[in-house]
C-alpha cells in the first residue's frame, strides 16, 4: 500500500524477470525456519507466467526484479514458483504440442480450470488430468431449461442475477431474458432453495419488493429443480411485487474509524480481507464473499507451475491485521482459474477458491458484497483498497500491518489516455487511485479487495488489485479486476462446486 512521494521512487519495473537465486526444482519443497539452515531471500522476486513456446536465450540478471505491469505478489523465492530452466523449457514445448493438437483438432466447449490437491506437469492444457476439468456440452444444448445438457451443467449456471435492492431476476429458455421473479407465493423455502443452488448453502433474507417490469416470473411448481425450472412467464406480478433476496449478510463492518490517506487498519474494518500464505509466506490478498469461497487474483497461480496450482500449498487466514498474529488458517478444497485469463494483458484477472469447510463469522471476518449487475459506481467514487502488500515500490518485504488507502475510481478513457496506460485498460479492468500519485497498492496487494460503500451503506466488492506501473507514480494509478464485468464467471463457477 504505497504512500510516500512518488519522486522518490525506484526505475520502473523491468519487462523481463529472471531469478537472482537458484530456482526451486518443479516438486521441491522449501520450508523456512524450523534449524535455521534455510533463510527466506531478502528480495522480493518475479518470474513471467508462462514461459516460452522455444528455448529461453540466456539473460542477464538484474539485481532486483519487477515486472512491467503487474503487481506481482511474490515475498520470496519460495512464493515465486521457480522451475528449473529445462523444465520449463520442457514444459513450454510440450505445452506448444498440446495447443497445436487443440488448435487444429477437436474443439471443447470451455469453462473454469479446476485444481484440487495433486501435483501434476501439463497445467493449463486440454489434457485429459483428474484436477483439470473442461466441460463439455450436447450438440442440442438449451440454456436455463433446468436441463443439464453439459457435463459440468454450465448450460444452467447463468440464469440467476441480483439488480438494485437485491432484486432477484431468472432468465429461462421460455423467454431468454432475465426477468423479476413475482413474490406471489414466494416463501423462505424458495429463498433457501435459491441461495443454496447458486452456492450459499442458504439465504439471509428476502422480501417484496417494487417491480417495474411490465412481465415477470411466476412461480409454477414446487420441486428440486433449479429456479429456472420452477417459473414461467407471466404478463405481469401480482400486486406488482417482486422477489428480493439476499444469500448473504455481507458488506457490513464492525469498526469504522479510519484516516483518510493511508494508515494501519483497525479489526473489524475491513473482515472480508484475507491473506494468502503460499508455503508459509502471505503471498497475495483475497476477499470472502460467501462462507465457502474467497475471490482473487488468477495470476497468484501461475498456471506453469504445478506447486503454484496444488491446494496444499496454500492457507488462507482471515480476520487479523498483521501478519506477526496469525489464527488457525482456512483450508483450500478448489482453486478455479478463469480460462479467459490473459497473463500478457491481464484481461480477466479472477480466481475462485473454494474452501475445505464453511467459515464461521463474527466481528472480525465477514463478506463483502457482490454487486448487483446494474450497480454504478461512477468516476470520482471514493473507494478503498486494504492489503498487507509492500509500502513502496521494490521493498524487500510486504506490511506486517493491514494497510489501507481511500482512492478514486477513474473513468477509463482517462486511464486508457496516452499520459496513462496507452488503451490498455479493457472493460473488465477499472482504475483508481490519484493521478497526482501516492496513493495506490503495492506488490503483495494483488488479489486483495476494493471496495466502495453502497447506498444501502453496505460494502460491495468493486475490484480486485491486479496491476500497475510501479507503485504511487503520477499518472500511474492500480488497475484492478472489474468485479461487475466478471460477475457471471464468479456466480457460474460457485454453483459448479457449490457445497
Not at 139 to 145: A, F, G, I, K, R
Amino acid at each position: 500500500m504505497a504512500k510516500h512521494d512518488p519522486n522518490d521512487l525506484p526505475p520502473p519495473y523491468y519487462s523481463v524477470a529472471v531469478h537472482t537465486q537458484p530456482p526451486l526444482k518443479p516438486y521441491e519443497e522449501v520450508v523456512y525456519g524450523g534449524d535455521g539452515s534455510v533463510k527466506p531471500p531478502s528480495q522480493l522476486q518475479y518470474i513471467p507466467q508462462y514461459p516460452p513456446p522455444v528455448a529461453a536465450p540466456t539473460i542477464t540478471q538484474p539485481s532486483t526484479l519487477h515486472s512491467t505491469k503487474r503487481r506481482r505478489c511474490c515475498q520470496s523465492n519460495a512464493q515465486c514458483f521457480g522451475g528449473s530452466g529445462g523444465t520449463i523449457v520442457l514444459v513450454a514445448l510440450l505445452a506448444l504440442a498440446i495447443w497445436l493438437g487443440v488448435r487444429y483438432g477437436t474443439r471443447l466447449a470451455t469453462t473454469a480450470i479446476l485444481y484440487n490437491g495433486s501435483e501434476h506437469n501439463d497445467v493449463g492444457t486440454n489434457e485429459n488430468h483428474p484436477s483439470m476439468t473442461h466441460d463439455t456440452c450436447s450438440n442440442n444444448t438449451v440454456e436455463c431449461d433446468a436441463k443439464k445438457d453439459c457435463q459440468l451443467g454450465t448450460d444452467e449456471t447463468s440464469c440467476v442475477r441480483f439488480g438494485q435492492d437485491n432484486a432477484l431476476q431468472v432468465k429461462t429458455a421460455q423467454d431468454g431474458r432475465f426477468l423479476p421473479v413475482c413474490h406471489d407465493g414466494w416463501d423462505q423455502s424458495y429463498a433457501d432453495q435459491t441461495c443454496a443452488q447458486l452456492g450459499f448453502r442458504r439465504s439471509h433474507a428476502t422480501k417484496a419488493v417494487d417491480s417495474q417490469e411490465s412481465i415477470g416470473l411466476t412461480l409454477a411448481s414446487r420441486s428440486s429443480q433449479p429456479i429456472q425450472g420452477l417459473v414461467s412467464v407471466s404478463a405481469s406480478c401480482p400486486d406488482k411485487k417482486a422477489v428480493s433476496l439476499q444469500c448473504v449478510d455481507c458488506g457490513q463492518q464492525s469498526s469504522t474509524s479510519r484516516i483518510i490517506g493511508g494508515s494501519i487498519a483497525k479489526v473489524g474494518q475491513w473482515p472480508w480481507q484475507l491473506s494468502l500464505h503460499f508455503r508459509g509466506f502471505h503471498t497475495c490478498g483475497g476477499v470472502l464473499i460467501s462462507p465457502d469461497f474467497v475471490v482473487t487474483a488468477a495470476h497468484c497461480f501461475p498456471r506453469t507451475n504445478p506447486s503454484a496450482l496444488n491446494v496444499r500449498n496454500w492457507r488462507v487466514y482471515g480476520g487479523m491485521v498483521s501478519q506477526d498474529s496469525l489464527p488457525a488458517p482456512y483450508l483450500v478444497e478448489r482453486i478455479l482459474l478463469n480460462e479467459n485469463y490473459n497473463n500478457k494483458t491481464n484481461d480477466q484477472d479472477i480466481a475462485l477458491l473454494k474452501l475445505t469447510a464453511p467459515v464461521e463469522f463474527n466481528n472480525a471476518v465477514r463478506p463483502a458484497c457482490l454487486p448487483a449487475f446494474d450497480q454504478i459506481f461512477s468516476p470520482g467514487t471514493k473507494c478503498w483498497t486494504s492489503g498487507f502488500g509492500t509500502t513502496e515500490a521494490g521493498a524487500a518485504r510486504g506490511s506486517k500491518d493491514l494497510m489501507e488507502v481511500t482512492v478514486d475510481i477513474i473513468d477509463r478513457t482517462v486511464c486508457n489516455s496516452r499520459n496513462v496506460y496507452r488503451g490498455a485498460v479493457s472493460k473488465n479492468m477499472l482504475c483508481a487511485g490519484d493521478l497526482n500519485g501516492g496513493k495506490d497498492s503495492c506488490q503483495g496487494d494483488s488479489g486483495g479487495p476494493l471496495v466502495c460503500q453502497g447506498n444501502d451503506q453496505r460494502w460491495y466488492v468493486v475490484g480486485i488489485t491486479s496491476w500497475g506501473e510501479s507503485c504511487g507514480l503520477r499518472n500511474k494509478p492500480g488497475v484492478y479486476t472489474n468485479v461487475p464485468e466478471v460477475l457471471p464467471w464468479i456466480y457460474s463457477k460457485m454453483q459448479q462446486v457449490r457445497p
